[in-house]
C-alpha cells in the first residue's frame, strides 16, 4: 500500500490553520496517487491543547475541521487525530478517525491515557476499551497511540501505525528507535510511527516520523525539527536501502533543539525581535549565538548594563561576543540608576549593611532596562537563566529571572560550557575569554559563583540524579557524593519551589525540566 | 459507636508534624472513650502533596508514620487517610487505612480519582476496583472519598465516613452539606464527613467537617477555618437538635477565608511580616486591612510611592488607610529614581513618545522597592491584583505583578468593594476616598482604568461567565452582552496566559482560579 506521512508543524489552539495544512497534504498525497495518508495525534487542534479541550465550542470547532477535511479525501483514505466528543453523554476520547470516500467511517479510542510529566490526559480524556483494527484495501491496519499500547497488535495485522506524539528529549529519539525496532521485531509487523513536527512554547516534538520494519529494521526517516512530506510502499518495507542514523549527540541535538525552540517561538507567537542583556559571561552568550541562528544576527539586541561592580573583561566580552555574532547592541551603565535607589532607600535603610537587597537591586535594574526595551520597540525579553541556577535559586526573581522564553532553562551549567564549544566549532563566536574565566554575578566585588555553590560539575551530577532519575537523597550518596553536600544541594532545590513558580516557561530538553511538568507544593 | 472527629491544620509534606498531631488527637480520643476516631484523605501527608507522591522515600516515610500511629490505637480503632505503594508492582492507591488493636487490619482505596482543576489524581494513583464495607463492632462502615462515590453505599451499611477534602470555595460550604443531605436521604444512612482545616498557599480547605443524619439533617458541625475536636455518638445522630446554619454570605466567606488564607500562609513557612505597596487605591487597602488582621497591625509594613503622576489624594488616603489600622509605613518617593531611568535610556530611547515602557517603570520601580524591602529586613511581599485585572492583563510584570502570594487575586473588582464595605462594618478602616473614587493606576495624567476597560460590572459579569461557567463567547453574548465587548475581554484574556504564568500564587476562593487549576497554551 502507498502510504503518505506528511510531517507538519501544526500550531495549537489554531484549528483554521492547522486544517488548511493538512487539507494542501492531502491534495499533494492524492496527486501522488497515494492510497492512505497518516495524521497524528491531536493533529486537528496542535499538541497539548490542554484546558482549550474542555470548551465545547473548541471540540465542536475540531469536529467540523474533520469532516471538512473528510469531504477532500475523494480518492484517498485518511488516520487523522483529534478529540471525540460523544455528545449524548459527554465523554470524550483522544481519538484516531479513519476517513475513507469522503467521510468519517470508523474510528480508534485511546486506551492508555498519558498521566505524567507534562500530560494530564485523564483531566479531558475517557479511556477507550478496547482497540478493533481498521479494514482497508484487504488489509488490517492497526492503530496505536504510543508503545504502551502494543499489546493490542495481532497476528492478522498487516501493518501498524502508531499515531502518539513523542517530546523531545536529548534522549527521546535513540529511545524511540529502540522501542519501534523491538516491537516491530517482537510482533513481526511494519510500524510507521507519525510524530508532530512543533514547538510549543516550552515541549517540542522533533518529528523523525519513521518506519520500522518487521525485522527491526529503520527504514524511513523524516527530516528532524522540519516539515516534510514521505511516500512508503508497504509492500517494500522488507527491502528498502538502511536509512541515515538518527543524531544521537547530546550537544549537537540540544543545539539543533533550542534553535528550533527558539524560531518556532517567534514565529508562533509573531514576533521577529528578541532582546537579552549580556554580561560577559558564558550563558547570555551562548543564548545569544543560538538567537542570531534562529532569528538572524540583525534581529537580537543585546543590553550592555555594566555596574560599578562589573569588571573590565565583562563589557569586552560583551562586545566581542557581539562583534563576532554580527548583532547589534546598546550599552546603558546603571550606577547612577543604582545610586539613586540606594538615596531614595537610605531614610529606611539606614546603617543596615550592604547583603542581597543591595545585589537584587542590581539585577532587577538590568531586568528593567530589558523590559523597557522591550516595552518601547517591541523586541522579546529572553531569559538566560540555566537549570543548575534555576534548581538552587541562584538568580533574581524580577531581575535576571524575568523574559518571555527561558532559552536555557533546562541545559545544566556544565552542558552550556560543551554548548559553547560545539557553537564555535567552526569559528570563535564566543570569546574564550567567557569560556574559560570563573563564573560570577558580578553583583558584589570579587564574587565568584562557587563562593556559594558547589563546583558546577559536582552541583550537576547530583541534581541530574535528583531531578531526572528522582534518586532519593541516601540513593545519591550511595553514588559517592558527599552527605553534606546532596542535602545542601535538596535542600536549596526544595525551598526554591516558590521561586521557581514566577520564573518564564523553558525549552525542555530532558525528562524533567522545570515548568509544568513538575508540580510541587510551595 | 462513639466517634471521635479531630479536625486539624496539616503541614502538606510534613509526615512527622501531621504524625505527632493525629497521634495527639488519638490520645485525646481514647480518653475521651471514644470507639473510632476519622482522619480524611491523605492525612498522613497533607493535602495536594502533587510530585512529593513520585518520591519513593516520601511513600515510605508516610507509610512508616501509619504503623507508628497504629501502635497508639490500643483502646480505639482508627480510619485515616495515606498513599498506599504495593512495592511488588508499583501500583498505588489513594486509601483509607483501618487501624484496629495496633495495627492495620484493612483498607479501601479511592475508586473515583479526580482530575479536574487543582487535582492530578491519575497521575499518582491507580483507581481502586471496588469498594467493601470495614466491618468493626458489629457494623458495616461504608468509607467513600466523595460524593461521587455514592454508589458504593448499600443497604446494610450502618453508617458511611466520607474521607474527602473540599476544597473552600464560597459556594462550597452551601453545595457540600446540600449533597450531603441529599445522599443521607437517598441511602437513608447517617454520613459522617471530615475535612482537612489548612491552607497550601493558594488552595484552602475550611474545615466544617460535619455529621447529616439519615433524615437529612445536619447535626454536627466543626468548626469553620479552625481545628477543632468532636465525639458524636452514632445512635443519637437522628434525635440530636439543629446545629449553627453555615454561613452563606459570599462576602463574609470570602473575608474569612482571605484572613485565615494569609494567616496560614506565614505560619506554615515561618513568616511572621509582610510589605506591600499602598497606592491609596482599594485593591492595597483591602489588601493592607486583611493582612493586618491576620498577622497583627505592627506586623504589616506599608510603602508609600508617589510619582510625580500621583494625585495628592492617593498619599492622604494611604496614609489614612494605615492611620486607621494602625500599621506602620514608610514614604519613599519615586520621582528621582524614575528621572534616572529615564536619564539613562535617553540614548536609546531618544524622541519616541511616551507610551507604556514609561508606565512600566514606574510600576517596576515600586516593584523593586517593596522586594529590596523585603530583601533587607524579611518582609514578605503581598501580591495586591485583583482577578479582573489578572484575567485582562492590567498590570505590570515584575512590577505591580511581583509578590509572594496574591491575596486578592481570586476576587473581581466588584467583590473587592463589597469586601471594602464589610470591612468597614463596624468602623471606617479603608477611607470613603478610597472607596468611592474612579480606579487608576495613576502611571499617566489623569488615567482612569475605564479608559481602557469596560465598567467593571460588566467586565465582571462577562468574565464570570467566559472563566468559572466555561460559556463559550456566543453563550455569553446570549445573555445580552454587547458582542464586541464580549469578544474584546475574551480576547484579552486569551492573548494574556503568558503574563498569569509568572504572577504570584493567589489565594482561591472560586470554582476556577488563575493557577495550577487553569491550563491554557501560551
Chains 1, 2 share one sequence.
Not at 13 to 21: A, E, P, S, V, W
Not at 86 to 111: L, P, R, W
Not at 210 to 221: E, Q, S, W
Not at 452 to 477: C, F, G, R, T, V
Amino acid at each position: 500500500m502507498q502510504i503518505a506521512i506528511p510531517q507538519l508543524n501544526y500550531k495549537t489552539g489554531d484549528i483554521q490553520g492547522n486544517c488548511t495544512k493538512i487539507i494542501a497534504a492531502i491534495q499533494k498525497a492524492q496527486q501522488s496517487h497515494a492510497e492512505l495518508i497518516l495524521f497524528p495525534e491531536l493533529a486537528i487542534c496542535g499538541a497539548m491543547p490542554q484546558d482549550l479541550l474542555e470548551k465545547e465550542e473548541f471540540i465542536n470547532e475540531c469536529r467540523l475541521a474533520i469532516e471538512k477535511i473528510a469531504l477532500q479525501c475523494t480518492h484517498i483514505a485518511a488516520i487523522i487525530g483529534g478529540p471525540n466528543l460523544d455528545a449524548t453523554n459527554g465523554i470524550m476520547y483522544n481519538s484516531a478517525y479513519f476517513i475513507q470516500n469522503g467521510e468519517v467511517v470508523d474510528g480508534v479510542h485511546k486506551n492508555i491515557l498519558s498521566d505524567y510529566d507534562i500530560f494530564h490526559e485523564s483531566r479531558y480524556f475517557i479511556a477507550g476499551e478496547g482497540n478493533t483494527a481498521i479494514r482497508y484495501k484487504n488489509q488490517n491496519i492497526r492503530i496505536i497511540f504510543d508503545e504502551y499500547e502494543a499489546e493490542f497488535i495481532e497476528k492478522t495485522d498487516h501493518f501498524v501505525v502508531c499515531m502518539g506524539m513523542t517530546p523531545f528529549t536529548t534522549e527521546s529519539k535513540k529511545t524511540k528507535k529502540q522501542v519501534f525496532s523491538a516491537l516491530a521485531q517482537k510482533y513481526g509487523k511494519n510500524i510507521l510511527a507519525v510524530n508532530h513536527c512543533c514547538g510549543n512554547t516550552s515541549v517540542l516534538f522533533d518529528g523523525n516520523s519513521m518506519t520500522v520494519n518487521f525485522k527491526g529494521k529503520l527504514t524511513c526517516l523524516l527530516a528532524e525539527f522540519a516539515e516534510d512530506f514521505q511516500i512508503i510502499d508497504t509492500n517494500k518495507l522488507g527491502s528498502l536501502p538502511p536509512v541515515p542514523n538518527i543524531c544521537e549527540d547530546k550537544t549537537a541535538l540540544t543545539h539543533k533543539a533550542l534553535v528550533f525552540g527558539i524560531r518556532d517561538y517567534f514565529e508562533k507567537h509573531g514576533f521577529t525581535k528578541a532582546i537579552l542583556g549580556l554580561s560577559g559571561g558564558i550563558d547570555s552568550a551562548v543564548v545569544a549565538a543560538l538567537t542570531a541562528e534562529a532569528l538572524g544576527a540583525e534581529n537580537v539586541m543585546g543590553l550592555l548594563m555594566p555596574s560599578r561592580f562589573s569588571t573590565d573583561h565583562s563589557i569586552a566580552d560583551a562586545q566581542a561576543l557581539a562583534d563576532n555574532i554580527g548583532m547589534p547592541y546598546k550599552i546603558i551603565p546603571i550606577k547612577e540608576i543604582y545610586a539613586q535607589y540606594l538615596n531614595a532607600l537610605r531614610p529606611v535603610f539606614q546603617n543596615e549593611p550592604f547583603n542581597v537587597a543591595e545585589e537584587n537591586i542590581q539585577a532587577r535594574i538590568r531586568g528593567m532596562l530589558v523590559m523597557a526595551m522591550s516595552n518601547k520597540f517591541g523586541y522579546i525579553a529572553l531569559n538566560t537563566s540555566n537549570k543548575s541556577e534555576a534548581a538552587v535559586g541562584y538568580g533574581t526573581l524580577y531581575g535576571d529571572l524575568c523574559g518571555s522564553l527561558g532559552v536555557i532553562g533546562d541545559v545544566y551549567k556544565t552542558d552550556i560550557y560543551k554548548l559553547a564549544r560545539h557553537i564555535n566549532k567552526e569559528r570563535e563566536i564566543i570569546p574564550e575569554n567567557t569560556i574559560t574565566k570563573a563564573p560570577s554575578a558580578e553583583l558584589r566585588p570579587g564574587q565568584k559563583d562557587q563562593d556559594s555553590l558547589p563546583e558546577y560539575s559536582q552541583l550537576d551530577a547530583i541534581l541530574k540524579l535528583y531531578l531526572e532519575e528522582n534518586y532519593s537523597p541516601d540513593n545519591i550518596i550511595t553514588q559517592g557524593f558527599p552527605k553534606d553536600i546532596v542535602y545542601k544541594i535538596i535542600n536549596l532545590v526544595n525551598r526554591n519551589n516558590y521561586k521557581r513558580a514566577q520564573i518564564p516557561p523553558c525549552i525542555k530538553i530532558s525528562k524533567k525540566a522545570f515548568g509544568n511538568g513538575r508540580k510541587y507544593p510551595y
